[in-house]
């Protein structure tokens, strides 16, 4: 499971902590639109190795993400599943019906 530790992400010049759930839901996004590799998300997602390692493992644990077949484990990609998109637009509508204020 993804460290207790919460992630900086740069948001209007100023750093915010981002929850695992903010993580993996941004993970899922991204590969959602178009399959990626660990690398790319490594530097657009804004986590260390070994943070985006763990998010990787719990997501395709859970189902929620697949790696397309590649010869290289460590730049083969990664696509959201059926499952990863469900769980999102789930997470979106609990976030928007719960924790954003008309």
């Known amino acids: 499971m993804l460290n207790e530790s ?20 941004e993970i899922l996004e991204t590969c959602a639109r178009t399959s990626r590799t660990q690398s790319w998300l490594l ?7 070994n943070a985006i390692k763990e998010a990787l493992d719990f997501l395709m644990t859970a189902g929620l993400i697949e790696q397309l077949p590649s010869l290289d484990r460590d730049q083969g990609e990664f696509q959201t599943t059926a499952k990863g998109e469900e769980a999102l637009t789930q997470y979106y509508q609990l976030v928007t019906k719960y924790f954003l204020q008309e």
Do not use: D
Not at 8 to 25: D, G, H, L, T
Not at 43 to 49: A, C, E, P, S
């Open 6 to 25: 919460y992630v900086p992400q740069r948001v209007e010049k100023k750093w915010v902590r981002r929850s695992r759930f903010e993580i993996w839901a």
């Open 43 to 49: 530097r657009h997602v804004g986590l260390k190795t």
